[in-house]
């Protein structure tokens, strides 16, 4: 009988971080989660650290389950120096664009902490000049565990917030689809219309019943 096969951990996160941190006091990573979406914030997290920890549980939070998310989102932050995260809802998506307001929350959060021989990774997101070393780099959410680590703190919050809003008003089911342009999201779209989340800059092809 064929033993079963088992799943190959992902290899951990970190060499990276710590090649900046041999010349930095300390690395922020930052991200984003919802850019995406058809209705409810892009939420931005941007997560210090000041040290690596060797854990193959810290990925990009696209490649890991819900349960999976949580559990890291406790170890990022009992290993992490300071985070915050910040929240654009639609009124403001939709008067300066998707970009410019993740853009906006990102230089927010990388304000926030600000000091001097901090460097910053970001994914893939120019932020101008704020006065400190920035690479924005195209996949940085996969290859280094701060950016990872603020993707999973910053997708973790976002669920929690879709999922409050779907207990108010369950018509677009956004604790399953949390807000992304799913067949069933477009299908109640057709249905009940858009709702005062969507954003209205965001084109929709509904799927009627």
């Known amino acids: 009988m064929a033993s079963p096969k088992r799943r190959a951990l992902p290899t951990a996160l970190g060499e990276c971080d710590r090649a900046i941190l041999n010349r ?80 906006l929350a990102m230089r927010a959060g990388v304000k926030a902490m600000a000091e001097p021989g901090i460097e910053v990774v970001v994914d893939h997101v120019e932020l101008g000049d704020l006065g400190l070393p920035i690479h924005s780099l195209k996949g940085a959410d996969g290859t280094y565990f701060s950016v990872a680590a603020a993707s999973i703190l910053a997708k973790v919050h976002r669920d929690g917030i879709m999922g409050e809003l779907d207990a108010v008003d369950n018509r677009w089911d956004w604790s ?26 965001f084109r929709v092809s509904p799927v009627l019943p």
């Open 24 to 103: 930095a006091r300390a690395i922020v990573g930052v991200d984003e989660v919802g850019r995406g979406a058809l209705a409810g914030p892009v939420v931005v997290c941007a997560a210090r650290f000041d040290r690596i920890p060797d854990s193959p549980a810290i990925q990009d939070s696209k490649r890991l389950t819900a349960k999976r998310r949580r559990e890291a989102a406790v170890l990022v932050r009992e290993t992490c120096v300071s985070w915050v995260i910040l929240e654009v809802w639609q009124e403001l998506i939709d008067r300066i664009n998707i970009l410019e307001a993740t853009r």
């Open 176 to 201: 399953r689809n949390m807000g992304y342009g799913t067949v069933s999201h477009r299908r109640a779209i057709g249905r009940y219309g858009r709702s005062y989340l969507h954003r209205r800059s």
